[in-house]
């Protein structure tokens, strides 16, 4: 059985609601719930959890990275850059300027 989660009351009473409610949301209570009002299959079991590592996987190289930004690869056909980093050094100093003349 889970450890019970306590939470103090001084008196404000909504405040400690909302505090337990965090303390649950954290502990993931909420979600656990949701999860089992219905049957799951162990086949979509066994894809959630995977899921789910991948996701902590990925969590856990970005920190090691100091939070540089994963970028996905584009697929085929898109277009790999937005257009302001397609421009040219060039085009940067015109907008620099405010001048449509070079």
């Known amino acids: 059985m889970a450890n019970p989660i306590e939470v103090e009351v ?3 009473l909504e405040r400690a609601f909302k505090n337990l409610k965090k303390k649950m949301a954290f502990e993931g209570v ?9 049957y799951e299959k162990p086949s979509a079991q ?9 996701r902590r996987r990925v969590k856990k190289m ?3 990275m100091g939070h540089a930004p994963i970028r996905k690869v584009p697929g085929p056909g898109a277009r790999p850059f937005s257009r302001d980093q397609q ?6 100093d ?4 405010g001048s449509d003349k070079i």
């Open 10 to 12: 001084n008196g404000d």
């Open 30 to 38: 909420f979600k656990e719930l949701k999860r089992r009002r219905y």
């Open 46 to 54: 066994k894809k959630r959890k995977q899921e789910e590592a991948e």
């Open 62 to 64: 970005r920190r090691m």
């Open 87 to 92: 421009s040219t050094p060039v085009d940067q």
């Open 94 to 97: 015109k907008k620099a300027n």
